[in-house]
């Protein structure tokens, strides 16, 4: 008999992908932290219902080619470790859904929730201008945009295929009118379009070391979002470098370097960084305009 026949409704379908993780060494760091809210978040939003689940839809009957759908993803999730959000093409970041693909990194940075905090306390007024630095899919500077709806938004990154994805989750936001994109290799193209009040900057930076120990599901996300060089900081040299002259007297820059921050810190040690700690201690640092023109 056909495993499509053997599985009815959406309990047989989350009880299977279940038993399916449990056989195969998955990681799980993509929006999820465990084998039960991945199986949730992989058929509930394979269904196109809410990924977080809702039992009252866990006795409903799927149709044939539901089934034959669901299925092969589960195969691909733990056979081939693709993560979910690259299965469904979409990842919740913070109460937002953002369509993404392999040709961005899946929204997780922990410098969202110090978004949604509005910054408290180290922004001291409301951003007039924000530039998202290496935007992928434009999760951080989206989700800037509805904190402060007032500001006007810039992402930019190298990547055309990334911006174009940018671009329709600029539309699915309704974001058009505060919202823009700019191609620039960090920020080559970005001169003399200053200055901004907030910059969110997530770019590459993990480290050969750690490339070198990348769990497979990370192996489907762009190389060129990840490494960043030996020690990796070689992104951040060049933004340092740069970022100061696009920069209000007043602004505040917000950035992640993860597992690289005793590097970060021995490279610039009279940078007045703060770590303001985050649930995953994600390696994300504070510093304003001052301090980051003097720490150099």
């Known amino acids: 008999m056909r495993l499509q026949d053997q599985l009815f409704n959406v309990r047989d379908l989350v009880r299977y992908a279940l038993t399916q993780f449990d056989r195969h060494p998955l990681w799980y760091g993509h929006g999820t932290g465990s084998p039960w809210d991945e199986a949730i978040a ?27 759908h669901l299925i092969e993803l589960i195969r691909l999730r733990v056979e081939e470790r693709i993560p979910t959000p690259y299965l469904l093409g979409k990842a919740v970041f913070h109460g937002l859904t953002f369509e993404i693909s392999t040709d961005t990194l899946i929204p997780r940075s922990p410098i969202g929730e110090l978004i949604t905090e509005e910054l408290e306390p180290w922004l001291q007024r409301e951003p007039a201008r924000i530039l998202d630095l290496c935007c992928g899919s434009g999760c951080l500077g989206l989700l800037a945009g509805q904190v402060w709806p007032e500001a006007d938004v810039v992402l930019a990154d190298i990547s055309p295929q990334a911006l174009a994805i940018a671009e329709r989750n600029i539309d699915r936001m309704e974001a058009r009118n505060r919202t823009r994109t700019v191609q620039s290799d960090l920020l080559d193209q970005l001169k003399g379009q200053g200055p901004f009040d907030l910059v969110i900057c997530n770019p590459p930076y993990v480290d050969q070391r750690d ?17 960043s060089g030996t020690d990796g900081l070689d992104h951040w040299r060049r933004i340092f470098r740069g970022l100061p002259d696009l920069m209000a007297i007043d602004a505040l820059l917000v950035g992640e370097v993860g597992n690289s921050w005793p590097a970060l810190e021995r490279t610039w040690p009279r940078m007045p960084l703060v770590w303001p700690g985050t649930e995953g201690d994600g390696g994300v640092f504070i510093v304003d305009a001052q301090g980051l023109r003097t720490g150099l």
């Open 42 to 68: 992989l058929v509930f939003g394979a269904l196109g219902l809410d990924m977080e689940g809702d039992d009252r839809l866990l006795d409903a009957n799927l149709t044939v080619a539901e089934r034959e």
């Open 211 to 227: 490339m070198d120990e990348l769990p497979q599901e990370y192996l489907h996300e762009p190389e060129m979002a990840l490494a």
